[in-house]
């Protein structure tokens, strides 16, 4: 296969999806998880989205990475539903509390065994172990923007490109992925986002490292009742904005763009078997 073929069968028309994360405060989603000092972090993902995301794509006993994990809400989910879990960060602040907040999961009863390393993600061969080579199940992770204190990645201050960092971070995750694993890269909707200057960046990331884009699904961050969505969260910058079914008008922005990939060797790098025959 000549490299436009792997990248055009890598960006094939994903299913489209919503799923409804917003049907409780994310103030609600997030009370008791976190230690003090975590909401200091000016990104973190809602917790309902990383939970379905894992439950969607894992099972129990499966190991979920997060290699851009913040102060550990992919690793929170993960433990509490009884998955592994690793996640690599930058910032040293960050890592501190993630790990904090992993041994509260698993003191609040999260039978998941997890871990949080410091480091470049763009790097992740040289900061992960090799014997989780082939071991990971599910990657759910979100990029950062623009703030100091956001690791190397699409950092505006640092003048990293959103598509670059993501391809060297997903690139580096592939040694790691089970043959059938998952990645899922949410996008908030954010006007200082980097995506909104460069939308196709988190699928071109993705055919860039070799995945293939199997979903786009819009996670939306509100509630749906009568007939209407309803901003759950005074958090979101949707509080103001009516959402409306009908086409999500462009100022909607209570929304949540969820990138899922497959891993999937292509045939040629899959071994025949012993009558040459390739699965
Ligand atoms: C959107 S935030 C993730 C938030 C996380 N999902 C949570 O809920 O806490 C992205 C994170 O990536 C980290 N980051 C950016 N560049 C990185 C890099 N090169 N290596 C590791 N982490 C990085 C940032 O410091 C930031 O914490």
Known sequence: ???????????SVPQRSVWLLGQRPVTAQRRGKYVHGSAAHPQRMWPDLAAAAIIRYSQPGDLVLDPLAGVGTTLIEAVAAGRDTIGVEYEPDWVRLAQANLHRANRAGGTGQGTVLAGDATHLPDVLPSALRGRVALVVTSPPHGRPLQGRVANRSRRVDLAAGMTAVLTGCLPLLRPD???????????????????????????????????????VLADA??????????????????????????????????????????????????HGVRP
């Open 181 to 219: 694993a998952t990645v899922v890269v949410t996008l908030r909707c954010h006007p200082n986002h980097p995506a909104v200057e460069a939308p196709d960046a988190i699928p071109a990331a993705g055919a860039g490292a070799g995945l293939t884009l199997i979903e786009h699904t819009i996670g």
């Open 225 to 274: 009742h009568d007939g209407r969505f309803v901003p759950t969260s005074p958090a979101s910058p949707s509080a103001t904005a009516a959402l409306r079914w009908d086409g999500f008008p462009s100022h909607t922005s209570a929304y949540e763009d969820i990138y899922v990939f497959r891993h999937q060797p292509s045939a040629d790098l899959v071994a025949p078997d012993q």
């Open 1 to 11: 296969m000549t490299d436009t073929q792997r990248r055009s069968s890598c960006m």
